[in-house]
């Protein structure tokens, strides 16, 4: 699900249109289940954010989002939310603060260690369970890969 809703990218990734999604389930302008979208990945569905609304951290935070989850909790065994940077809104404190866990995902040469601390502190403030970290974009060095069959 792209929750992401000032700076939405799962439909560009996917190659799928947001002209509904999300937003258009929270302003009750679409049924959920018309607006997930099939992936080109196996056991994959897009639930793509929708036009950009002007007031993102109100949808995030109303009732409408709390309907939508527990709907696609009976849909799906996992429900995976995109959401901006913890430390540039306060957007993803409000959806981690919806769902079971989360995993912090950070860029390798862009995050500094600092901010990435401090986005974990501001996660943990909002009761979230941190399930981990996902380093994206390390450049692997082949040459000191062991592996042992």
Request: with cysteine; net charge negative.
């Amino acid at each position: 699900m792209d929750a992401d809703l000032r700076k939405p990218s799962i439909h560009y990734a996917f190659n799928i249109s947001n002209i509904h999604g999300l937003t258009s389930v929270f302003t009750k302008k679409m049924d959920l289940r018309k607006t997930i979208s099939n992936s080109n990945v196996s056991n994959l569905d897009i639930l793509t954010s929708g036009p950009i609304p002007p007031n993102p951290s109100e949808l995030l935070n109303s009732k409408a989002i709390e309907t939508a989850i527990n709907e696609l909790k009976g849909i799906y065994d996992y429900i995976i939310f995109d959401t901006p940077p913890v430390l540039v809104v306060t957007d993803s404190q409000i959806v981690a603060n919806k769902c079971d866990g989360v995993i912090m995902v950070v860029a390798s040469g862009k995050t500094n260690k600092h901010s990435a601390v401090k986005a974990k502190e501001l996660l943990e403030k909002a009761n979230t369970a941190l399930l981990g970290v996902v380093l994206n974009g390390m450049e692997s060095d082949t040459s000191n890969y062991y592996y042992e069959s």
